[in-house]
């Protein structure tokens, strides 16, 4: 499992839809994660010190689990089936870790809300991760590489047996 952080949101040029990316903190292997507009909003809103005038979904979750007094210890992206992404949050609560299913893209809401760290197991990377063989020159050198790679991919390109 390798410790993951967010390095971007955009679109994809063919589908417009939002993809979270994230890049290994030790590495240069980068997941992309199609998700939806809502979710897309809401980890931006964050990233971006955005408050909304009344709760959006996540932070009332963030606020449940806080006035349970519990804390969201990590979230995993777990598995890619059926051309989908899973995802767990694990709580920690009064010594006790709980798991609980989720899409990715909410548990990265929720982790960029509460500052708790975002994994991928090794077989998703493995699988789906894009590598860069050379580090890049520069972050503007990244980001036109990725803008290259996502003017051409679609979510079936991940597929599992593709």
């Known amino acids: 499992m390798q410790e993951m952080a967010i390095y971007g949101v955009s679109f994809d040029m063919v589908g417009k839809q939002p993809i979270v990316l994230l890049k290994t903190v030790e590495g240069n292997r980068f997941l992309p994660i199609w998700i939806g507009h809502a979710e897309a909003s809401a980890i931006l809103m964050t990233l971006q010190d955005t408050e909304s005038p009344r709760p959006m979904t996540h932070d009332l979750l963030v606020n449940l689990v806080t006035e349970l007094h519990a804390e969201v210890a990590r979230v995993t992206i777990t ?22 299913d989720c899409r990715p893209s909410d548990a990265i809401a929720v982790a960029v809300r509460t500052g708790s760290p975002i994994y991928a197991v090794d077989a998703v990377l493995d699988e789906n991760a894009i ?19 996502l003017d051409q991919v679609t979510p079936e390109d991940f597929a599992e047996g593709s």
């Open 79 to 100: 598995e890619l089936r059926d051309a989908t992404f899973h995802a767990m949050i694990r709580l920690s609560t009064s010594g006790e870790d709980v798991e609980i």
């Open 131 to 149: 590598e860069f063989e050379h580090e890049p020159e520069d972050d503007d050198d990244m980001v036109e590489k990725f803008k290259e790679f």
